[in-house]
């Protein structure tokens, strides 16, 4: 028999409590139906107020004439509030004019308190998303591939893990051991796991900082190519010979890197090697022949040209200019134009290229007949 009673105590324990609420519950309700009416009249005001400001959110965010991104952002939170936390809300805030029962008031109470940590929960996530994206380049995260989706994620895992204990302790759990061993794992995890956070912080730098997007062409170390995606710990460019390479974000941030698809030039240079006996007179006019050949290009520009050594077995003349294309193809094919036109130029003034040995290796117009001078040798019969 006590064993009986002891286990069916609980269970009239809260049948009673159940009972009470509903008594408790049709008492005030037949004594307070005035107040309860203004009460219900005044949260419905409330719902109404809050579900105007949600269709401002909405408004906020669909307008493209903003100049920062704060209406945006504002606007997504506005949009995150949810019916279930105005519903709470109101009933928190007319609850001590309608004077309920203590069951029922508590009840609301414990309602408000977890609807209160969710609503802020979201409202925060949704404010620190909008600043990230933002940084991601506006409404186009996609362009930075899949590390806006993994700070998304842990993001979100983040603040409603605090918005879980603050749950707990608001209704009166003990949480300081739970959150000693959320301190304890989150240290373990991050020391086993010391690389992928690297990475991903790196991935976070290339987020805010923005070196770089996808679809723009980047040269890295030996390797040009297209970034095709940024992910949590790598980052996968498309080279110019075909492969694929994979590096990892923080190798990819430890070195110097060339955004090529941002510049608005492109600089070639190379060098002309004359001969020593090359009139001076003539040398004194290679500048003005290499001008007119680059500038007879389009889009092009001379930076400098002229003698660079002296002290070589050749006259070495650098020319430098500039191709005003982001193209790498069309700064080549200028590049190979301006080569065949400045050797045209050089051989219709009879000025001739140096070997390697110092000597002449400009070929004459008409080659001689064999035997005279300058001509090959004559073929003897044995």
Partial sequence: MPTNASVTMPLRVSRMSLQMLIDQSWDWLLGHYLQ?????????????????????????????????HWPVTIGRVF???????????A???????ADPPPLLAQTVGVLFTIASALQGALWV????????????????????????????LLVTVAIFTI????????????????????GIGGIAIGLAAKGIFDDLFSALSIIFDRPFQRGEVIKWDKTVGTVEEIGLKTTRIRATTGEEVVISNTNLLNKELHNLARLSRRRSEFTLHLIYHTPSAVLARVPDLVKKVIEAQEHCHLVQCGIVDLSGPS???????????RSANEAFQTKHAIALGILASLEKEGIEFAGPDGKSISLPAVQPPPGAAGGPPLETED
């Fill in 36 to 68: 309860i009416v203004i009460a219900g009249a005044a949260g419905t005001a409330l719902i109404m107020v809050m579900i105007g400001i949600r269709v401002l959110g909405t408004r906020l965010c669909r307008r493209r004439d903003v100049v920062t």
């Fill in 79 to 89: 949009v995150a509030t949810r019916f279930w936390f105005m519903i709470a809300f």
């Fill in 91 to 97: 009933a928190k805030l007319v609850d001590g004019y």
């Fill in 125 to 152: 996530r949704e404010f620190i998303l909008g600043i990230v994206e933002n940084c991601a380049g506006g409404e186009d995260p996609g362009s930075l591939g899949s590390a806006v989706g993994i700070v998304r």
């Fill in 163 to 182: 918005a879980f204990v603050l749950i707990l302790d608001n209704l009166g759990v003990n949480v300081t051991g739970l959150v000693a061993g959320l």
């Fill in 315 to 325: 006259i070495d003349v650098q020319v430098q200019f500039d191709v005003m294309s």
